[in-house]
């Protein structure tokens, strides 16, 4: 199984603040096709998880352009360009190169 | 609007079974793959399951192999998850949930129901 890595475990950050998330896997998420099969999601108090980032680098649809995805092979970052109080929540990171799909353990993040 | 609506969580004892729900809605639901992700309480999240959307493949974490059976019916648009043999470690959040596109299990995981909760104890 692909074992997923995330640090830090939480994150203080001051709001208009720039934040980084690391993700580890034990194995290369690049495919043949050139893509990485990482996603990044996140978890706000209470709710279900929601989807940022997939294949690595792409926004999924109405996540504001604060977000960012980077990366390829087996280390990749997500990184928030301005933190807002509404990104409050615990953030996962997820590969879906192999059965089973994994998840990092999750990040939280909250504001100082 | 795309939505996903678990039913039949409860509180079962140690062996016993349930049997989750999973009503889709807003999309054709027989072009996808659908999966079962639970989340242990204050832990994080492990996918459970996947089933084709033709009903052919399916596939299980180890720690629920042998005992959950997905299964699904493209004609009342619903996903199921039959739990049996639970143990206390089955205690979790269920999500029924969508990968972003049709036709396998692909990058990105982008419409997630509420969740059913399933308590297992004595």
């Known amino acids: 199984d692909i074992v997923m890595t995330q640090s830090p475990l939480s994150l203080p950050v001051t709001p208009g603040e720039p934040a980084s998330i690391s993700c580890r896997s034990s194995q290369s998420l690049l495919y043949s096709n050139g893509y990485n099969y990482l996603d990044w999601y996140v978890q706000k108090p209470g709710k279900s998880p929601q989807l940022l980032i997939y294949l690595g680098s792409n926004r999924a649809s109405g996540v504001p352009d604060r977000f960012s995805g980077s990366g390829s092979g087996t280390d990749f970052t997500l990184k928030i360009s301005r933190v807002e109080a509404e990104d409050v929540g615990v953030y996962y990171c997820?590969?879906?190169?192999?059965?089973?799909?994994?998840f990092g353990g999750g990040t939280k993040v909250q504001i100082k | 609007q795309v939505q996903l609506v678990e039913s039949g969580g409860g509180l079962v004892k140690p062996g016993g079974s349930l049997r989750l729900s999973c009503a889709a809605s807003?999309?054709?639901?027989?072009?996808?793959?659908m999966y079962w992700i639970r989340q242990a309480p204050g832990k994080g999240l492990e996918w459970v399951s996947f089933?084709?959307?033709?009903?052919?493949?399916?596939n299980f974490a180890d720690s629920v192999k042998g005992r959950f059976t997905i299964s699904r019916d493209n004609a009342k648009n619903s996903l199921y998850l039959q739990m049996d043999s639970l143990r206390a470690e089955d205690t979790a959040v269920y999500y029924c949930?969508?990968?972003?596109?049709?036709?396998?299990?692909?990058?990105?995981?982008?419409?997630w129901g509420k969740g059913t909760t399933v308590t297992v104890s004595s």
């Open positions: 949930a969508r990968p972003r596109t049709a036709g396998g299990y692909s990058s990105g995981v982008d419409v």
């Open positions: 089933i084709s959307n033709s009903n052919i493949y399916t």
């Open positions: 807003g999309f054709t639901f027989r072009d996808y793959y």
């Open positions: 997820m590969q879906t190169l192999q059965i089973p799909l994994t």
